[in-house]
């Protein structure tokens, strides 16, 4: 297959339910937003061998690409609507494998919405790549901020936290954990909870999703906010594959507060915001509060404060960041 052929092949019926896509057939799109709202662009990529295993299957790699846009989208109160993606494909790439990157795009796309628009296709020698970049719509001037979070506002999580960095540090680290299955698919399959992030708009006052680890990703919210945080590890809400984990290691639980990749939403509330309406859509959990001061602080059961030895994953698989 020649990239033009690629290109109509595989690519331009993802972008059909869209007119300013052209078919694929033009050089580029022309989108205007709907009447009263806004565009929230944003732009994720990923390199083989870096963040996604080389051996993952196409299908997963594709989903996991756009599902990482979407929580961002999520996460700001955005509704999707394009995408452009670039795609480099090693010169050695088998078709199969190209064909079932197409494949769990396009079905992700139809679950999801939105049509791919446009993109560039082309032939590296290095590991496989791609760049998606996301366009969403809001009511204008609605996009969630990070900057927003006062002192006595709530820390809530939706979802589980920790599922896809425990399977990362078994992967990776050879950690044992309980329910692998239900870690990896967390992993590979993340959840953009994109429908609780439209009903986030209007409510939460600061929103980041969840992709470098809770601790590093409130604390976001915390700098662009001008506040602090504390945070009661025994409030995180675990999957029961997660809670097993952790109670036959408890070393996990450093894992679980720190390791990226869950996309989970991290926002703030008021302190008599109707979490039972959101909860209704995707479970939120009260973690903590925001307070005066800076940074993030975590305590344990006991009240005290724990210390962790990284904030966070750099998305990369394998870098930690070092240090708090
Ligand atoms: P040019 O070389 O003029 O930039 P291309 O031949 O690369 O154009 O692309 C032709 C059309 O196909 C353009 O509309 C472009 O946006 C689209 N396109 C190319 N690659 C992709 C891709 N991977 N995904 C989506 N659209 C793509
Ligand atoms: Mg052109």
Known sequence: MDEFETIQRLFAPLGRSEPGAFGLGDDAAALAPAPGQDFVLTKDAIVGGVHFFPDDPADAVAAKLLRVNLSDLAAKGAVPRAYLLAAGFPADLDGAWMEGFARGLGDDIGHFGGALVGGDTVSTPGPAFFSLTAIGEVPSGTMIRRAGARPGDLVCVSGTIGDAALHVAHRLEGRAVQGAEHLERRYRFPEPRLALGRALRGVARAACDISDGLVADLGHICEQSGVGAVIEAAK????????????????LLETVLTGGDDYEL??????DSDLAALSAITPVTVVGRFEEGHGVRVLDGAGSALKLSRTGWRHAVGTKEAGA
């Open 266 to 271: 991290v926002f703030a509330a008021a302190p």
């Open 236 to 251: 995180l809400p675990l999957s029961p594959a997660a809670a097993a984990s952790i109670a036959a290691d408890a070393a």
